[in-house]
Each structure stands twice: as structure tokens, then as C-alpha cells.
């Protein structure tokens, strides 16, 4: 029952869940309160650096890279010619980062409520940070929710919603109207990619309600993909993506196998690997 | 930084992971030391009934069916009529159940050295024990390398490899001159499948050591199948899978598609899945 002392650790305890996940640190190398949350920095014995929002975990060094490769790159090789792409949220740039190694896209927004999370990225990230000054990226910081409302009809190609979890700031993220206002701002085949939580906490509750709602917002494809995440609650996180035309396992696997850029955890085969759905998800989603 | 009275949680900690992991617990069922470790039975909130040994996790109620049916079902699917199999370790008899659920099996045996482990699962894991009574069930409380020593050369079709962490005891579950033994011991299209830890934190150490060794005492196919865990040090454990004949990726996937048993996260297309190898996965072990 003993735990080391709390000098050298940050814990993030999911009550609702009934666990608490802990990381070694070293120090702290920076806290702010933003005029949205409280911003804090740490840097860790085993996962490099970490940055933590309202005491929940946002990214780690050594992890981050399955998160941004999975909500990024099995959407953008399911539309057919991904070139203008919104993100949002996504303020630690890392997504931004993977949406831009696309040859195909002309065009990235990223519209992040909390500037302060973007320059502490810029900070602390460099990595994830690296292409930002690539010219086809528009930084925007404001409520994605406004902005996607007030987007032309048909617009955009692939929207990421890169969202912290759905309480909060970003629960309305969540909402019927926010994804039909998304739905409405995307092309013919428009795809949309939530984070949604973890499979084995939420299937039955964030990730079948989100599924529910982005049919009923008139996606024809509604598919949830599971990947690992080590830093996130159980360990187990995914991405749900909704599609006007392409069903997901009609992705461009071709384009993924011939692939210009390196990753780490994606690949064509992870992207087709990530379209099965453990039985009780196929059950409960059924 | 504020962690929860230690009372009221369990917590292990990794520390060569610079992690640890904890559940909320109600109450202490059991401790005992037994002649080769300590066990410790807790009730948790959220994740079920849950066994401890020296401080590891090693069941709990609520993910165990994860493991369960990974540490089985792939290599049970993969051998063309599986009909000998030996569990070495795997106490909790959630692995044997499994392999029973398998109508090709005429004989399985169990060797756990611990029979206390079992005797406790019998007691407060009974769903883990549904099928110990099947005539088909054999169990011997004795050194598993001792008796895989012993074994006649070609007798057994599939060998499973369910033991706690390769520290301590089960430290020789993973030295060659055992993997070696297993080789003899299992007939032509005999297939070993090794419980093989965290792809995120032992690709470079255990699962590389691990698949060599495989190699290098004979088998002709070795792939490491990644899946999730919630309660196992990062949320992302794997299973080992070596072959005398049969290719991986060529297992009996139509049997699997009709089989007649229940399951919760394994089907045909997440054994298919658990084929792939993320990016750095490959990197590393080609």
C-alpha cells in the first residue's frame, strides 16, 4: 500500500474510474493559471517532459506520438484528397504537426481557445511544435465552436477535434450541435475525428453516445478506432471518425503503405489493425 | 500533486518505468505468504476483485478477459488441430478456462508452483475456475521448468507461458535452456506463446531478447502480439507467439470466424489486428 513520497511524483487520480496513474518527476519547470486553466509543467524521470491541464495529463514526451499519429493520419488517408484541414483544439501543435506532412493539404487551421497552451508548447514541445512555421498553417485563438459555426458550408475537408475531456470548457465539444455545425461546414466527403475517451471506461457511455450523435447529425460512416496511450486513463484511449461518403475501411491503403513521411506507431497495417472492434465494443455499439 | 489516503488505495509502483498505477479499494480480503510469495486479495470500487503477488498486479475482474483470451485464443487458432496443451504458471486458471472453451483440446495441463495462487482464485475469482472441473483438466503444483524438462520429446501441441514478470521466480521462464525445452517437448506444428510485457517499455529489452532466444532455440516464426491492459505497468501489455511450421498471419481464421465459444475482446479480426506491428515495433525487431 505504500506509495513513494508525493515530493517526487504527480498523480492524476480519475475518481469516476477508481484509479490514479503516477509519473516520477524531477521538478517542476513551470505553473500559470491562463484565463481557462491551470497550466502546469513538469519534467519526468522516464517520459521526458509533461504538460498537465487542471491536473489532467495533456501529453508526455515519450507517448504523445500514438495519440497525434492515430487521431491525424487514419482520417487523412480515408478522404480522398485531404487539402484544407481545421483542428480543434489541438493547441500543443502535435496534431498540427502530423496534419502537415501531408503532401495533399493546402491548408491547416488551428483554432485553440487557450494561446497560453500553444506558447508553452512552443516552450517545452519544440518537437511537437516543428512545423509551425510552415505557411499553409493559420493559427487561431478563439472558441472553436463560434469559428466552426461561422465557416461557409462545405469549406473544409477533414476536421480533428482535438479536445481535452468532455467536461468543462470542452463538453460542449460533445454536443449534437456543435458536430452538426461541423457536419455542415465539411465538403462531399468530409470526415470528422473526435478524441473519445477510452474504450474500456467509456464505451458505453462518451463513445456510444458520440456515435449516436454523429449518425444523427447525418454522417453515413461512424467508426470508433482504438489505440494505446500510457499516460492517459487505463491506458487505453481512442479516436472516433465520421464520414459523409468513404467508409473507413475504404481508407487509401495504398497511400499509407507508399507513405512519404516516418512515423512511429502508425503504419497502413496499424491504420487496418485499428478499424477491429474488441467483441464487447462490436456488442455494445452494435 | 495530492494523492488520496493511502487506505483507501492499492497502489504498484514501476520504478525502472518511472510510473505507478493505483485502484481505490474497499477492503483487504486476504494476505497470506505462501512458500514463494506473498498474495494479497483486495475489493476494489471499479475494477472488481483484484490479486496482488509481492506487490504486482496480477488479475483483476474487470480487464483479466483482455489477457485471458490473448495469451489463448491467437495461438490455439494458429496451430491446425490443437488438441495437447501445457500452461506453465497461469495460477489463476483464467488461461486454462480459455483453452477448454476449445473443442479440438483433449487434454490440457497446468503446471503452477504455487497452489495457493489457485486455491485463492477458486475462492474469490470463481468465474476465472468455471471449468476446473472439466475432465480434460489436469493440475500439478510443481517447478513447470522441472517438469517441461521431463516432458517426452514431441507431446504437446501448444505450450503457454503464463508467468508473473521475468524477476525473481519466474526469471528462468525466460532463459533459452527453458524456451529450448519447450521446443522438444512441443510436436511439428507446435506452437509456444510467452506472456512478453509492455511494447512501450520492452521492445528494446525483454520482447527483443525474448525473440531472439525463440529463434535461436528453433522455432521458425516468432511475432509478438501487442494488446491492451489497464492494470499492467503502462496499459499496454503483448504476448509472444513462436512456431515450429505454422506462419502467423496464416492461422486457422475461418475457425475463429465460427467459433463456437464467447468471448469479449478476441474475434477474428483482433486476432488479425494484434498481427500488426506499430512502426517503432518493426523498427526495432526486424
Redesign the interface.
Known sequence: ????S??R???E?FPQ????????VTSKLHSEKSSFQTIDIYQ????GKLMVLDGCIMVSE??HF?YHEMITHPGLFTHPNPRRVAIIGGGDCGTLKEVLKHDNVEAVTQIEIDERVTRMSEQYFPELCELNHDKRATFRFEDGIKWIKAQPAGTWDVIIIDSTDPVGPAKDLFSDQFLSACFKALGEHGILVQQSES??LHTHSIIRDLQRDLNSVGFNHVHTL?F???VYP???WSATMASKSVKPEHFRNQDAQNKSF??????H??H?????????M?LTLA
Open positions: 500500500m505504500s506509495n513513494p508525493e515530493e511524483w504527480f498523480y487520480v474510474a477508481g484509479t490514479s496513474f503516477g509519473l516520477e519526468t524521470t522516464t517520459f515519450r507517448d500514438i474504450p474500456i482504438p494505446p496511450l500510457p487505463s491506458g487505453w516516418d512515423t512511429h506507431y502508425y503504419n497495417s496499424i487496418q489493425a485499428a478499424l477491429a472492434q474488441p467483441e464487447f462490436k
